[in-house]
């Protein structure tokens, strides 16, 4: 049971270059989500999805796009990258409230240069 | 705007000393409390929650929180830390006026227990 499943785990990217973080879930939660987590920031929403085809904004949505074709994906896009999107990403999934919490994936450290 | 706050940026502990961690959020409605633990180098795992009922809130690896409504606050505590409670924590509130289910999140309280 892999629980969340985040990929890539590390990326290096160059300012303006575009590239898809995908989460992957297999214990069939309806609601799923994309934070960043900042030093000192917490984390915070990008973008959330309450099922398939679903997606709606968080608290920091600019800059990002993401899709829910499938119940146990939610892709995370980024189509020109800036270095203030230099982040670590957590994808999480949960059932539908009311629920127990989260469960967080390993998540993405991206560096934007 | 409804918000979370850690006011403990870093704590430094020895070993066998008492913890507090302090929580408070800003919203009057009805909310659902959680508490994580990020390792180094690790993900998100949760501690405890609080949904309703008994406000002391008792949770894995010994911590526990009380929920004290007429301050809207959700404090973690754990009588004794041990070196391996090194880690980040995080304070997260549910807000019951949100239909996708989303956490608000403190800005997070590092913690490091010396041996």
């Known amino acids: 049971n892999a629980g969340v499943t985040q990929t890539p785990k590390f990326r290096v990217l160059k300012t303006g270059q575009s590239m898809t973080l995908l989460c992957a879930q297999d214990?069939?939660?309806?609601?799923m989500y994309w934070y960043r987590q900042d030093p000192g920031m917490g984390l915070r929403l990008i973008h959330y999805s309450v099922g398939e085809g679903t997606t709606a904004k968080g608290e920091v949505p600019d800059g990002y796009n993401v899709s829910r074709l499938k119940k146990q994906n939610f892709l995370l896009g980024l189509e020109s990258a800036a270095p203030s999107q230099t982040s670590v990403y957590f994808c999480?999934?949960?059932?539908?409230?009311?629920?127990?919490?989260?469960?967080f994936g390993s998540g993405t450290r991206l560096t934007v240069v | 705007a409804q918000s979370v706050s850690q006011h403990n940026h870093h704590v430094i502990l020895s070993e066998a000393a008492s913890l507090e961690l302090g929580c408070n959020y800003s919203?009057?409605?009805?909310?659902?409390l959680f508490w994580y633990v990020q390792y180094p180098g690790q993900h998100l795992q949760l501690l405890l929650k609080?949904?309703?009922?008994?406000?002391l809130v008792k949770g894995i690896k010994g911590f526990e929180a009380e929920f004290i409504k007429s301050k809207f606050s959700f404090n973690l505590r754990k009588p004794s830390v041990q070196w391996s409670d090194t880690a980040e924590y995080f304070c997260a509130v549910k807000m019951n006026n949100n239909a996708g289910n989303m956490l608000t999140f403190g800005g997070g309280t590092r913690l490091m227990v010396k041996p």
């Open positions: 214990m069939n939660h309806e609601y």
């Open positions: 609080y949904f309703s009922g008994d406000p």
């Open positions: 919203y009057g409605g009805t909310v659902n």
């Open positions: 999480a999934s949960s059932l539908r409230p009311p629920s127990g919490g989260y469960t």
